[in-house]
């Protein structure tokens, strides 16, 4: 706890060269290519389209018995937060790799190379989502106050990224397959989590797999609010804040062990 | 001695070993685990360095390749943490160790100024009470609003080198980069140093090959060969004990 707490501190006196670096992944996305931030919008988009077809026209998975919410906007709800987190990670876990110019010259927190990567994925998250309230107008969805649910549970997923980021950036240094098999992970991971599907149709004896699985909750939790207007459940959603803070600790303390001996194993 | 003059750089018994992994893929790892080969090799880059750097002072660093010099420079600039051993700097550090380690090629160069500026530390307001400095230094005022990538690499020096200097450094590293640059650039910057030595507020530490510009511009030399200091004193002494070893 002390060591985040000095972290930062450390982070908030760099604050300059944070906006600078989360400055320079936004300014260079819109700058490479001719439709800029068009990409962050289409690509999420056509995603939707293609797993909406497949699992609702072909699959046919339910999305809620008591409600009649299309297919296309119960995935959306839950794919653009899971496209943030897996977009997040695998970022973070190259993004020393990337910076290794900076990392063997000068000195700075090296947890800002992390940082700034998923503040610039948040930025990219924002603009997808414009998308889905667009959509969410035109099929006119009901929204209530337990909306406002979104931020918490929005910094839960951010607190529990920010942990795996920090690991998994600090590994790949040593070993470059890590980001192999992050990308392994992530893929396992997504149908684990219910994405795709309703929470309801896991079976009672595996729930306890999925409370255990932070993002379970916070997908599932993102629905609950922004779809069935309902208030989140609160003790798996304690629970998933209380693993967050422990994955950002031993993720921490584990970059922070690395961290003297990165310029060496560049 | 002068005692008044602070310490700006302490070294003490610092040794650097480097335990370097073999294998950088799982691929490659893990046949070398089942052989029972070597996954490690350790090997001394420094060994037992001990010196201290007065304020004001302009050390220069000279020895063969593979000596240890830029690792003196990493350790100083906190890149690296010795293995054993101490090291205490004092002051806001400012490395030219291969210049323009920071530049993205899509930003402007204004836009690269402000990123350079963060990445040694300034705040935002510092870096812009200092643009017009660093852009008049640099010579490059009507490219300043273009991507660096359309720039040629004397341009790209130039602007780096006038980023680091004007950041007002109170330890100054320099890394070999005197070598690029035209004749001109060059002695313009050298000037610009001199006056760093001049006001005896800046320490500057220099590595370099061009054993000319170590004597001319150097106080005191320290000669590094086989990972230990063999001679640290007066330049014109220093440059001669390596020349015949």
Redesign the interface.
């Known amino acids: 706890m002390l060591s985040l707490i000095k972290e930062i501190r450390d982070v908030y006196k760099?604050r300059?060269?944070l906006?600078?670096?989360v400055?320079?992944e936004v300014?260079?996305r819109y700058?490479?290519s001719v439709l800029g931030y068009f990409w962050v919008i289409l690509n999420p988009t056509a995603q939707m389209l293609v797993m909406s077809f497949a699992f609702s026209i072909i699959m046919r998975i339910p999305t809620n018995a008591a409600s009649n919410i299309p297919y296309s906007i119960f995935l959306f709800v839950a794919l653009l937060p899971w496209n943030l987190f897996s977009n997040s990670l695998s970022s973070a876990c190259s993004s020393l790799v990337s910076s290794s110019?900076?990392?063997?010259?000068?000195?700075?927190p090296r947890s800002i190379l992390v940082i700034s990567t998923i503040l610039a994925k948040i930025v990219d998250f924002l603009f997808a989502n414009i998308v889905l309230i667009v959509y969410m107008i035109a099929y006119r969805m009901p929204i209530t106050v337990n909306i406002l649910w979104i931020i918490p549970i929005f910094f839960i997923q951010q607190i529990f990224t920010l942990g795996l980021a920090l690991f998994f950036a600090a590994s790949n240094l040593?070993?470059?397959?890590i980001q192999y098999l992050l990308s392994l992970i992530l893929l396992l991971w997504m149908y684990l989590t219910p994405v795709i599907y309703p929470a309801d149709l896991v079976p009672a004896k595996y729930k306890v797999i999925y409370q255990l699985n932070p993002m379970a909750v916070i997908i599932n939790a993102y629905r609950q609010t922004i779809l069935g207007g309902g208030s989140p459940n609160y003790i798996s959603l304690f629970i998933a804040l209380i693993l967050s803070i422990l994955v950002l600790l031993i993720g921490l303390s584990y970059f922070k062990s690395r961290e003297?001996?990165f310029?060496?194993?560049i | 001695m002068k005692t008044t003059v602070p310490t700006v750089i302490k070294f003490e018994n610092v040794v650097k070993k480097?335990?370097?992994?073999n294998q950088?893929?799982?691929?490659e790892?893990i046949p070398a685990l089942l052989k029972g080969e070597e996954t490690k090799t350790g090997f001394t880059a420094l060994k037992n360095i001990s010196f201290e750097i007065k304020k004001g002072e302009t050390v220069g660093i000279i020895g063969p390749n593979g000596s240890g010099k830029s690792t003196i420079l990493?350790l100083i600039?906190?890149?690296?943490?010795p293995s054993s051993g101490k090291v205490t700097t004092k002051g806001k550090?400012s490395?030219l160790?291969?210049l323009g380690?920071?530049m993205?090629p899509?930003?402007t160069g204004r836009?690269n100024i402000?990123?350079n500026g963060?990445?040694?530390?300034?705040?935002?307001k510092q870096i812009q009470q200092y643009m017009q400095d660093i852009i008049d230094f640099s010579e490059i005022e009507e490219f300043i609003d273009q991507?660096i990538k359309h720039y040629s690499s004397g341009m790209y020096m130039r602007l780096a080198f006038s980023i680091a200097v004007h950041v007002n450094p109170e330890i100054l590293l320099v890394d070999e980069i005197l070598a690029v640059g035209d004749a001109d650039f060059q002695a313009k910057c050298f000037k610009r140093m001199e006056e760093f030595k001049a006001s005896e507020n800046v320490t500057t530490v220099f590595v370099s090959h061009a054993l000319g510009h170590v004597e001319t511009f150097c106080t005191r030399v320290i000669y590094l060969n086989h990972h230990q200091i063999l001679f640290d004193g007066d330049p014109h002494e220093a440059i001669k004990k390596y020349s015949n070893d």
């Open positions: 760099w300059e060269l906006w600078q670096m400055a320079r300014k260079t700058k490479q110019s900076l990392i063997t010259k000068v000195y700075f040593i070993y470059r397959d003297k001996v310029a060496d194993n | 480097f335990s370097l992994q950088k893929t799982f691929k790892f990493k600039a906190g890149v690296m943490s550090i490395p160790i291969e380690a920071g993205h899509e930003l836009e402000f990123l963060a990445i040694l530390g300034l705040k935002r991507p």
